[in-house]
C-alpha cells in the first residue's frame, strides 16, 4: 500500500505495524526493528522469551542439534513494562556458531539452498550456516509477531498454528477447537497423538536416511473482526500469502478450500449466511474467513506449505563457485524436517499480518 521504498531491499514487512529483521546466521546476532507499535502495551520481554523457546533450535530429538539459549534482549521502545511507540528494537546473540560445518561449502553450492542465487546477485556471502538465507533470520518475525499476538488478543483475537501434515502423513484437525495445548502435548506439533507418534518415526527415520521430509503447517485465527484488509491489491489473503511465503523453505499458501476447492461445484462450496441473534455468520466456511479480500468474522483458516530441507547428508551432484561439477554431502546441524519449529513463525506471520491491518483498519475509521 504506501509503496515500495519501504521494502526495497526487502527486509521490510508491514505497513503501519512494520518491522525490519536484520542479521545473519552466523553474525554476532540477529533481531529485528518494530516501529508503529502502538504506545501504552505492556510488554514483558518473558512474552516474547516463550514465543523464541518453541522456535528454538535443538529443542528436541526432531529438530536441528545447534544449542542456542535465544535470549531476547529489548534495546529501546520500552519502559518500565510498557511500548513507548517509538521504534522497539530486539536482539538475539548467535552463541553456538561453529562456521567450521560450512567450510566445505564455502564454494560449493548446495542444490535448492540460497547459496547459488545469493553470490550470483551479490557477488558476496556470508557463507556460514546460510547466513541471511538461514531460518535464524526468522527470529526477529517471532519476536515482533508476539508483540503483534498481545495487540490482536486485547481485541479477542486468538492464532494456533499446528504442523497438520508431514510426508503424506496428515493429522484429523478440528480447526474450531484446536488448542495451543493440544499442539504443545508433542515435540512434533501435531495435535493428534497417533499421528504425531508416526509422525515422529517417520522424521526419526529422514535424519538415519540421511534425507529430510516436508509438509504442511495449518493456522487458524479465531476472534478476527469483520473488515480487516485493503482491496484491491492489499487483500487480506494476498498479505496473508505474501507473508507467509516470505519464509524461507515455504512453496505453497491456500486460504479455506483452497486448491480442493477447484474440485467442488458452487452449490456445494459457497457458504450459506444466516442471522445468529443479529450476527451475520456462514453456515460453512470454504472461504476460509476472508471475502472480497475483507474478513468476514468466520475463523481464518490457512495452510503453507514447506518444502524438504535442503542440506541433507546424502550425497549429491552439484557445481562450484567456478562452474565445476562435483559432488557435496551436508555436514553440520539440519533439521530433518523444519515442520515442527515453523509452526511458531507460521503464527507470527498470521499474526504480523492481521496487526497491520487491524491498525489500518482504526486508521480507515478514523
Ligand atoms: C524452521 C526452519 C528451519 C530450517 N532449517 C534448515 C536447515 O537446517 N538446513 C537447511 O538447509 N535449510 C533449512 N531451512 C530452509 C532454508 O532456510 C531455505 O530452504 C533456504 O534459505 C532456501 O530458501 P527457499 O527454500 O525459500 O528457496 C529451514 C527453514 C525453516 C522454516
Not at 542456542?68 to 546473540?93: C, K, Q, Y
Not at 540460497?114 to 546460510?130: E, L, M, P
Request: proline fraction near 4%.
Amino acid at each position: 500500500m504506501v509503496g515500495w521504498y519501504h521494502s526495497a531491499m526487502g527486509s521490510t514487512f508491514g505497513n503501519l505495524f512494520r518491522i525490519t529483521t536484520w542479521g545473519e546466521s552466523h553474525g554476532d546476532a540477529v533481531g529485528v526493528v518494530i516501529d508503529g507499535c502502538p504506545p501504552g502495551l505492556e510488554l514483558d520481554v518473558a512474552e516474547i522469551q516463550a514465543d523464541l523457546d518453541r522456535r528454538r533450535p535443538g529443542q528436541s530429538e526432531i529438530t536441528t542439534q545447534r544449542r542456542e539459549s535465544d535470549r531476547a534482549e529489548i534495546l529501546s521502545g520500552v519502559f518500565e513494562e510498557r511500548t513507548l511507540g517509538t521504534p522497539i528494537a530486539i536482539s538475539v546473540r548467535n552463541e553456538d556458531a561453529k562456521g567450521k560445518d560450512y567450510e566445505h561449502m564455502k564454494s560449493v553450492f548446495r542444490p535448492s539452498h540460497a547459496d547459488y542465487t545469493y553470490q550470483a546477485k551479490y557477488g558476496i556471502r556470508n557463507w556460514k550456516g546460510g547466513g541471511r538465507a538461514s531460518a535464524r533470520e526468522t527470529i526477529g518475525r517471532v519476536a515482533a509477531g508476539a508483540v503483534a499476538s498481545k495487540i490482536l488478543a486485547a481485541e479477542g483475537v486468538e492464532i494456533v498454528g499446528y504442523v497438520k501434515k508431514v510426508w503424506t502423513l496428515e493429522a484429523p484437525v478440528d480447526t474450531e477447537t484446536v488448542t495451543r495445548q493440544d499442539v504443545e502435548a508433542n515435540i512434533a506439533r501435531v495435535p493428534d497423538a497417533a499421528m504425531a507418534e508416526r509422525i515422529i518415526d517417520r522424521i526419526k527415520q529422514a535424519r538415519k536416511d540421511g534425507d529430510s521430509l516436508g509438509g504442511v503447517v495449518e493456522a487458524v485465527a479465531r476472534g478476527v473482526p469483520v473488515g480487516l484488509g485493503e482491496p484491491v491489491f492489499d487483500k487480506l489473503e494476498a498479505d496473508l500469502a505474501r507473508g507467509l511465503l516470505s519464509l524461507p523453505a515455504c512453496k505453497g499458501f491456500e486460504i479455506g478450500s483452497g486448491f480442493a476447492g477447484t474440485e467442488m461445484t458452487g452449490s456445494a462450496h459457497n457458504d450459506p449466511f444466516y442471522n445468529d441473534d443479529g450476527r451475520i455468520r456462514t453456515r460453512t466456511n470454504h472461504s476460509g474467513g476472508v471475502q472480497g479480500g475483507i474478513s468476514n468474522g468466520e475463523n481464518i483458516v490457512i495452510k503453507a506449505a514447506f518444502k524438504p530441507t535442503a542440506t541433507i547428508t546424502k550425497q549429491q551432484n552439484t557445481v562450484d563457485d567456478q562452474g565445476n561439477e562435483t559432488t557435496i554431502a551436508g555436514r553440520g546441524r539440519h533439521d530433518p524436517c523444519v515442520l515442527p519449529r515453523a509452526v511458531p513463525m507460521v503464527e507470527a506471520m498470521v499474526a504480523l499480518v492481521l496487526c497491520d491491518h487491524l491498525l489500518m483498519q482504526r486508521a480507515l475509521q478514523g
